[in-house]
């Protein structure tokens, strides 16, 4: 399985923040749907401030450029897209052109074997 994060902002915007997330609580079943046609079997979405961040899971044949675009394909995830667009904008560090950002994996547990002198020390009182 594959696994992405990327990053976006929300703007400055309280109410529409407000609305973005109720937004969320409802997800059009065609976006649903939609994504996990594609291939996505995880979407997970974080806010902190007007930060967003995704972390997507997907097959291992997922490719975010073919895939998105099939994903594009539907007039329903279309105007789910340009709708929720009104409450994003890029994040600073963006470039040029770009709107989710792909963040880099700099540390991931799994990267480091479990071993049995690696475990918490016992408190001793």
Do not use: C
């Not at 046609?37 to 974080?46: D, V």
């Amino acid at each position: 399985m594959k696994m992405y994060a990327q990053s976006l902002d929300l703007k400055d915007d309280p109410a529409g923040i407000e609305e973005y997330l109720r937004h969320h609580q409802a997800v059009w079943p065609e976006v649903t749907e939609g994504l996990r046609a594609i291939g996505i079997r995880s979407m997970r979405l974080f806010r902190g401030g007007t930060r967003l961040f995704v972390v997507v899971e997907a097959n291992d044949d997922f490719d975010p450029a073919r895939d998105y675009q099939r994903y594009a394909s539907s007039p329903r995830t279309v105007e789910w897209d340009l709708l929720m667009r009104r409450f994003q904008q890029p994040a600073p560090y963006a470039k040029d052109g770009e709107w989710w950002t792909a963040l880099e994996a700099i540390f991931d547990l799994d990267w480091y074997p479990a071993s049995s002198t690696s475990a918490a020390p016992t408190r001793q009182a």
